[in-house]
């Protein structure tokens, strides 16, 4: 029998949602989400407004932005 493959390698998760955290209170924009992105080390951002239905499958790449009624980031997580 050939011996069986290797399991898949995984890239770590670069999210880093402490890196992030600046842009808490600030109006959600695109610009802000690119910075977002870039300097939690992100492969891509999420937006959720209130009221919002979202998956619930945990991606490690994306950085996700919970907006308040206003429109300003309450909180940011990686997710």
Known sequence: M??????PQLAPAACDEAAAQFAVGQVASAALAE????????QRVR????GDMIT??????RLNLELDAAGKVARVRCG
Not at 35 to 42: D, E, S
Not at 47 to 50: F, H, L, Q
Not at 56 to 61: T, Y
Request: proline content about 29%; hydrophobic content about 25%; charged content about 20%.
């Open 2 to 7: 050939p011996p069986a493959p290797p399991p």
């Open 35 to 42: 910075q977002v992105r870039q300097r939690g080390g992100a």
């Open 47 to 50: 937006t959720v407004r209130p």
């Open 56 to 61: 619930m499958e945990f991606d490690p790449g």
